[in-house]
């Protein structure tokens, strides 16, 4: 037992299970009613439309309704079914008139027995088929989701998952980065293309906001897969309840395996108290370490234990039990399309609250729309060449820790067929929490694309501002030389930005910004606008500047 869900395999196991044992118990109960009915001489089948097999001619009556030297097929049914009926004699005696009479009524059972194994076909065909989607996988998805927005500096306020966040990486490296004050802002805007007029309104200043936002998505995608996990969940434990209910209703003398999942069923209300994901993106600028951004109902990856045991318990009529079963499956379906559809506006929510924000706070400012070179009547300001080459080595470990981030986030591709529901089949909301994840990996290849180029526009600016002096140009060989026997110089040519790529990617083609036209969903105050997110994203990114 897995502990906090069901596994696939536990679930197959206790749904095969439940069918046998409610077919055991149907056919034990039609049988018996078949009897009821044929001592009675009824003409119908119980809880059928068809007609008796063998439709018994008068001079059987006796033989079915005599008080002695009764039926021995009925006799079978009677004493409790041991064995098969096709093993039982009956010699057609019929006591009210002393002859005998060619029995069939074995014909009739055989009848019975159809029935009864074909009803317990049509309950395994009418349940929602859930043994598709591998809730481990969803799982092993949930936890990289965490680990890798840990790692980019989320912070779990309601300490439900804390233990799976990573170790932020990525924050460690960077941080420092961000809100740079002093007078050697504007030698970067001279020299490089990291920054506008305004220092603040260039690269450095969307450090915080780009990582803040990416982990949210990532604790958002993390909630979405164990809110959908849940959805099967719930199914399944209550397909199982369902089956379990009728079985012994069959016979309360018959003992049956069931499963302790609790007495009350998984209502909506109740999955839906789950549910929780980013409504909003908004950034602090300095503050990546506490993300002040809309608190998400992060909950463990659900679940709890079955135990199996055995019990008896008091019967119905057959006819009230199987519709019964019938009306309780079908709620089940009608329940799991509800889920369904809230799943997916919560997708749609997070879907929304991704389109409002600007690209910068997504994926780094743009240094590529500025002069790579900066701008030269800006040059006046000195600089210490130590702390320059400090700020390249930063972009160039935030670009390979952004590399082995993507390189974690390619695990969590396993669960995407099973990010799914009834046979197989995606709701609109798998297909665009797929679209999503895909999304923030782009946003992530760009902003390790942007960190290596920073890195590199750095460095051909001190270079460059080296050669202004003699004194300075030593200053910088020794640096380099340092950077040489830390392999610092060797390594940066090896990061990838698309690390699922085969051969490396080029750093400037990464670097352009991520196509969200696909992603951004209807706006109902909206509903005629081509681009109604536009304003939303300008007001969000509203104090950069780009020069060129």
């Not at 009556?61 to 009926?85: A, I, K, P, R």
Request: hydrophobic share 35%; charged share 30%; net charge negative.
């Amino acid at each position: 037992m897995a502990g906090k869900y069901l596994s696939l395999s536990e679930y197959k196991r206790m749904l095969e299970e439940a069918l046998n044992d409610f077919h055991k118990a149907l056919t034990k109960r039609w049988m018996e009613d078949a009897v009821d009915a044929m001592i009675h001489l009824s003409p119908a089948v119980p809880c059928s439309t068809e007609s008796w097999a063998w439709q018994w001619p008068p001079e059987a009556y006796g033989h079915l309704s005599g008080s002695e030297d009764f039926c021995g097929f009925l006799t079978w049914v009677e004493d409790g079914m041991n064995g098969s009926f096709r093993e039982v004699h009956c010699d057609g005696h019929n006591p009210q008139t002393g002859n005998d009479i060619e029995c069939h009524v074995e014909r009739n059972l055989a009848q019975i027995e159809r029935l009864a194994w074909n009803r317990r076909q049509e309950v395994a065909k009418f349940v929602p088929q859930l043994e598709g989607p591998d809730l481990a996988k969803l799982e092993a998805a949930h936890d990289t989701y965490l680990k890798v927005a840990g790692n980019l500096g989320f912070e779990d306020t309601e300490r439900n998952v804390t233990s799976l966040l990573g170790q932020r990486e990525v924050v460690e490296n960077v941080q420092w980065l961000a809100g740079r004050t002093g007078e050697e802002q504007l030698w970067f805007t001279g020299w490089t293309g990291l920054a506008a007029a305004t220092f603040k309104a260039g690269f450095f200043a969307s450090v915080a906001p780009t990582l803040q936002n990416q982990s949210l998505v990532l604790a958002s995608l993390a909630t979405l897969y164990s809110t959908r996990a849940t959805t099967i969940e719930a199914t399944r434990r209550n397909i199982i309840r369902c089956i379990s209910w009728a079985t012994p209703k069959l016979d309360e003398k018959i003992t049956v395996k069931t499963f302790d999942l609790g007495d009350k069923m998984d209502t909506l209300d109740r999955v839906r108290s789950t549910l929780g994901v980013v409504t909003s993106l908004s950034k602090e600028l300095g503050k990546v370490m506490s993300p002040i951004g809309t608190a998400l109902g992060l909950l463990g990856y659900l679940g709890g234990i079955a135990q199996e045991m055995t019990e008896t318990r008091n019967a119905m009529s057959l006819q009230d039990i199987l519709q019964g079963l019938d009306t309780s499956l079908h709620e089940q379906h009608v329940a799991l399309d509800t889920l369904e559809e809230d799943f997916t506006a919560d997708v749609t929510r997070l879907q929304r609250a991704i389109a409002e924000v600007h690209s910068f706070n997504l994926e780094l400012y743009d240094l590529t729309a500025n002069s790579a070179t900066g701008r030269p009547e800006k040059r006046r300001f000195e600089v210490d060449l130590k702390f320059v080459m400090d700020i390249a080595k930063a972009c160039f470990d935030a670009a390979e820790s952004y590399s082995a981030q993507l390189r974690t986030l390619m695990a969590a591709d396993a669960a995407d067929r099973h990010l799914s529901g009834r046979d197989w089949a995606t709701c609109t909301g798998d297909d665009t929490t797929l679209e999503i994840r895909d999304a923030l990996e782009q946003f992530m290849r760009t902003a390790c694309a942007r960190f290596l180029l920073a890195g590199e526009q750095v460095m051909k600016a001190a270079e460059a501002y080296a050669n202004t002096d003699a004194e300075k140009k030593a200053i910088l060989q020794e640096l380099l030389k340092d950077w040489k026997n830390e392999g610092i110089a060797k390594n940066r040519g090896r990061i990838d930005p698309n690390p699922e790529t085969t051969e490396r990617e080029d750093p400037g083609k990464e670097a352009e910004g991520t196509d969200r036209s696909g992603l951004e969903p209807r706006k109902p105050e909206e509903p005629n606008s081509l681009n109604p997110y536009e304003k939303d994203r300008k007001k969000d990114g509203e104090e950069y500047q780009i020069d060129g």
